[in-house]
């Protein structure tokens, strides 16, 4: 069974910093490209983020570019989400997903067939 554990969330202040960790088991870790999305009151799911296992190439929705980065450690089949310069707007429930190949450069989640239980981050300003 595939699963997806995301950690690392918390109460900052405007400007801080975060790493989100995703840490997956129970699958081929290569083939996937894990995505990162996430959901605040009210809005709907957004996807910021996505790694591509196969080959490395990365996607970051133009809200995050410049201060989000993704990465992964093969051996602790774990994807981190760094997260620089955080402000309020960033305040969400965050969330990794695992699609089977590629990533979705369209940032829709409709395609990931699993999905972590969310971490929440909380930017006060």
């Known amino acids: 069974e595939v699963q997806l554990v995301e950690s690392g969330g918390g109460l900052v202040q405007a400007g801080g910093s975060l790493r989100l960790s995703c840490a997956a088991s129970g699958y081929s870790f290569d083939n996937y490209a894990i995505g990162w999305f996430r959901q605040a009151p009210g809005k709907e799911r957004e996807g910021v983020s996505c790694i591509s296992r196969r080959d490395g190439s990365t996607y970051y929705a133009d809200s995050v570019k410049g201060r989000f980065t993704i990465s992964s450690d093969n051996a602790k089949k774990t994807v981190y989400l760094q997260i620089n310069s955080l402000k309020p707007d960033d305040t969400a429930v965050y969330y990794c997903?695992?699609?089977?190949?590629?990533?979705?450069?369209?940032?829709?989640?409709?395609?990931?067939?699993?999905w972590g239980q969310g971490t929440q981050v909380t930017v006060s300003s």
């Open positions: 997903a695992a699609l089977f190949g590629p990533c979705d450069y369209s940032g829709s989640s409709h395609r990931y067939d699993y």
